[in-house]
């Protein structure tokens, strides 16, 4: 993901003239639907997404959704699709007949119950409306009388706080949902999930309590042995989560019998349903073990072996290639770094332009400057105003000297004259 804010700059204004694959993921994010074509399956994200919001009853609580983006990705949609921004995050842009009944429901809110706005909030998150979710969320948080329906709106709003503020509310957030499960009305499953939460945010950035963490690790390991026969994607994610624990400590064994366990768990999900949501569960334990394998037991061969495995499973979703790119740059392996990085950008959305710019670095690193020249050329059109990038582009282009040499002067002239203008 993107992990500079120069970067989060080219996932606002990036590819503006450009062909791009419009994939099931663009799609998706922009209407709620997609259609598949040829031979390849829509991504997993995609189908669980479109399938949630199909086949959800509002009235019960439990929307699901895999993953929750952030406010950048819808940027990147808009600008691809060139729409105003604010048109999809407040959803006046309604192209879709799913687009227009989920914008139905945000126009007529008063109407719904507790539990319809909050699945309403939960639609909006899974398509990266955030601040609209957030809205929901807080009109509806102000009907909530009981402890489950407390534990439900504090979930979304800890959920939203990872991706909207840095985690700044989540530990207030979690803090309830804490005291609606001492109550006993939440339901193992769910209690799990808040305890999943807690442990993967308190290892990333401690954005819950120590306390809140330890007590955490204690109930979910409890929990977990009373959910297995009924909540088998519950148990799944809280082994994944609970792998982090001695990851972190740097114990690959220990490591690895809780990744087992989120197999086990996973696959046991899938057997049962096999859905795009639970197939997510798949897709999350090879994505984890390839982590695992790449910062833990530093075993290039199983990384790999986790990564292909990745794109095997879900081949139309680019972020594995980037992935799988990122286990070759940790080990020094710079020309096949770049060539993922140039298959991620092919695939298409999210992050094309993070998979850009890697790839552009990664080919300058392997010493093969007309290929990052190319790249660097086109981040330039992209992102005129970057003085890293124009100076990156500057370098390749005089190790060549190629005559973008002058258009890369001069553009880093006229930033510096903006820049030093009283």
Not at 303 to 315: E, R, S, T, W
């Amino acid at each position: 993901m993107p992990s500079s804010a120069w970067e989060g700059t080219f996932l606002m204004t990036a590819y503006q003239s450009v062909e791009f694959n419009r994939n099931a993921f663009h799609t998706t994010l922009l209407g709620l639907e997609y259609t598949e074509s040829g031979k390849q399956p829509a991504d997993i994200f995609s189908r669980s997404c479109v399938e949630s919001f199909q086949d959800s009853d509002w009235t019960r609580f439990g929307y699901r959704f895999t993953q929750v983006f952030e406010d950048a990705v819808l940027q990147e949609t808009a600008v691809l699709e060139g729409v105003p921004c604010d048109d999809l995050a407040r959803l006046r842009h309604r192209p879709t007949q799913a687009m227009r009944r989920l914008g139905d429901a945000v126009d007529n809110r008063t109407d719904l119950s507790f539990v319809e706005r909050l699945n309403l909030a939960s639609a909006l998150t899974s398509v990266t409306r955030l601040d609209l979710a957030d809205t929901v969320l807080n009109e509806a948080t102000q009907l909530a009388r009981s402890n489950r329906e407390r534990f439900e709106a504090a979930w979304l709003a800890f959920i939203l706080a990872n991706r909207r503020e840095g985690g700044a509310s989540s530990a207030a957030a979690f803090a309830t949902m804490r005291d609606a499960i001492g109550s006993g009305d939440v339901p193992t499953g769910r209690a799990l999930d808040a305890c999943t939460q807690a442990v993967v945010w308190y290892l990333k950035r401690k954005d819950v309590t120590e306390d809140d963490f330890t007590w955490s690790v204690k109930v979910g390991n409890a929990l977990a042995g009373r959910a297995e026969m009924h909540d088998a994607s519950t148990v799944s994610a809280w082994y994944r989560g609970l792998a982090m624990l001695p990851a972190a400590r740097g114990m690959p064994d220990k490591t690895r019998s809780y990744m087992e366990s989120a197999w086990a768990a996973a696959e046991k999900s899938v057997k049962r349903s096999p859905q795009a949501y639970e197939l997510n569960l798949i897709k999350t334990y090879y994505e984890s073990s390839l982590k695992e394998h790449t910062y833990v037991t530093k075993d290039f061969d199983a990384a790999v072996a986790a990564g292909q495995a990745l794109i095997d499973l879900d081949p139309a979703w680019s972020i594995s290639y980037g992935e799988l790119a990122e286990v070759h740059l940790r080990f020094g392996h710079l020309r096949q770094a770049a060539e993922l990085y140039d298959r991620a950008v092919a695939s298409g959305p999210p992050y094309v332009g993070h998979h850009l710019l890697q790839a552009a670095t990664c080919w300058e690193k392997a010493d093969t400057p007309q290929a990052a020249l190319t790249r660097y050329e086109h981040l330039a059109a992209l992102v005129p105003k970057n003085a890293e990038v124009l100076t990156r582009g500057l370098d390749c282009a005089r190790r060549l000297s190629h005559p973008s040499l002058g258009a890369f002067t001069r553009a880093l002239e006229r930033l510096d004259g903006v820049r030093t203008t009283p």
